[in-house]
């Protein structure tokens, strides 16, 4: 189901569109489908069967449509059928398609639209109401070579001063090395019967920038240069590149030529895109012989929340809130270089809706002191809606200790490990070593090994200064602890 505003520049009322539809397999051969479109003054319904046969897929399906105008009312369907094969053998997509036949009365939505809309030039598009058109299209993959692809259309009008259009075209893509180019050749035929034919060629050259040894300024290069038979003719051409890192630059520079019936057209530009931690900031500027445009623009976001005010990168249909207390700096995974600030929080500007989407913190550049219990979580968000993630932390400073038993014995391994109020701290590892965090000044630790109280004891410590190391402070310190009472 979807719901929409429908915008057109022939139009000047901009109504609104509900559509909703739905597909149902009815056996492995036949699927059943069925919809419906409303707007203001028309409504349309559809109903149809698809059914795969061994020598291809066949559907078809009528659509009865109401449309209410000023003075008039207008009752009408449309009739489709259509059959589409894939021949393994040669893996030849055809899809001869879409024959469709409407009555008189039938409006498709586009054409209630523009009849609702006389007056404007919209309105004077009404009478171009199809009757019949059929539609056909070939496409066949010729390996490594690249494919090729056919495709043609004609229809007719119920004004029959419309006369009938036709057109077709061919074309073939492939590649070579860094080369993907495409080549084509179109033709129509207009009501009045009037020919019009354009040739084309599409070229992409990849500059290379693959590695860490090629470091080219761009990227990739784009052209396409299009002629026809009345001496029109057209030429583009663009570079594009893109610096690395967690908060990019892409910039870019076009030209473009065009010849339209002796008129020319000359135009330089260039433009560049700075996605950064707290917003995203872009620039644009040409210059031709029909004038000189120059575009700034910057988008960002402002969020605020029980916790403070977080900023960011704009929100995208679905975003999260990423709570990390003391792991200021954290960067966000996928988030646009967006990173825990002084609060603790930070902005992840793009979730899918309705969809699994993980979002983590890469710890790398945490505080030494502060600890992720966890670094990942999934959420599946609403649309438009702003999650928080709570990412819970451990602060203090980090501790090596060595625990023995009474005896003097390591500990045994998976002894489980708690602070004096009864916070699991960890467990020991091999040899009896165990690495902690949130050892403050001193207290103790309480280690069971075993249900009974002979299997448990307590560790007396003290946490020592910070010892300085090649100039610089040992975020953490290395202890020696030993069983000293039975924990009661």
């Not at 259509?82 to 039938?106: C, H, Q, V, W």
């Not at 932390?393 to 060595?402: F, H, S």
Request: hydrophobic fraction near 35%; aromatic fraction near 6%.
């Amino acid at each position: 189901m979807s719901a929409g505003q429908y915008r057109d520049q022939l139009v000047q009322h901009e109504p609104w569109v509900v559509q909703a539809t739905i597909q149902r397999g009815l056996s492995n051969m036949l699927t059943g489908y069925t919809g419906v479109l409303t707007s203001e003054g028309y409504s349309s319904g559809l109903l149809g069967l698809a059914v795969n046969t061994p020598v291809g897929a066949v559907s078809a399906d009528v659509t009865m449509a109401r449309t209410d105008l000023a003075s008039s009312s207008h009752t009408g369907s449309s009739w489709r059928v259509s059959y589409s094969k894939r021949i393994p053998a040669i893996e030849t997509n055809l899809l001869l398609g879409a024959y469709r036949y409407s009555t008189d009365g039938f409006y498709s939505l586009r054409d209630a639209i523009y009849a609702r809309n006389v007056g404007n030039p919209g309105g004077n598009l009404m009478s171009y109401r199809t009757r019949n058109r059929l539609q056909l299209s070939i496409n066949q993959p010729l390996g490594t070579m690249g494919s090729m692809y056919l495709s043609g259309s004609t229809q007719d009008y119920w004004d029959g001063g419309r006369g009938r259009d036709t057109q077709y075209q061919a074309g073939f893509t492939g590649g070579v090395g860094r080369v993907a180019y495409t080549i084509y050749a179109q033709q129509s035929f207009d009501q009045n019967r009037s020919k019009h034919t354009q040739f084309g060629v599409n070229l992409t050259i990849s500059l290379g920038r693959n590695s860490a040894v090629e470091r080219g300024p761009f990227d990739s290069l784009s052209t396409n240069v299009t002629v026809d038979t009345h001496g029109d003719s057209a030429f583009q051409a663009s570079l594009n590149g893109a610096t690395a890192g967690e908060a990019p630059i892409s910039y870019g520079m076009n030209v473009q030529r065009t010849s339209n019936s002796g008129d020319h057209t000359n135009q330089l530009g260039g433009n560049a895109t700075y996605r950064a931690r707290y917003g995203t900031y872009a620039a644009n500027a040409s210059l031709g012989n029909r004038g000189r445009q120059i575009g700034l623009n910057a988008d960002g976001s402002i969020v605020a929340h029980a916790g403070g005010i977080t900023l960011g990168p704009p929100l995208g249909q679905a975003a999260a809130l990423v709570e990390a207390k003391g792991a200021e700096g954290g960067r966000i995974v996928n988030g646009q270089g967006a990173r825990i600030d002084g609060n603790g929080y930070a902005l992840l500007p793009s979730l899918t809706p309705y969809r699994v989407n993980r979002v983590a913190i890469d710890p790398t550049d945490l505080p030494d002191d502060v600890e992720l219990e966890t670094s990942s979580d999934q959420v599946v968000p609403r649309l438009n809606a702003l999650v928080l993630v709570k990412m819970p932390t451990v602060t203090g400073k980090a501790a090596l200790v060595a625990m023995h038993d009474h005896a003097g014995e390591p500990l045994p391994l998976g002894t489980a490990l708690f602070s004096a109020d009864g916070k699991s701290m960890g467990i020991v590892g091999q040899g009896g070593l165990a690495f902690l965090r949130g050892l403050e000044g001193s207290g103790a630790l309480r280690a069971q090994w075993g249900e009974s109280t002979a299997e448990s004891c307590e560790l007396p410590y003290a946490m020592p200064a910070g010892a300085s190391v090649d100039g610089g402070t040992d975020p953490g310190a290395r202890l020696t602890l030993r069983c000293e009472a039975a924990a009661s």
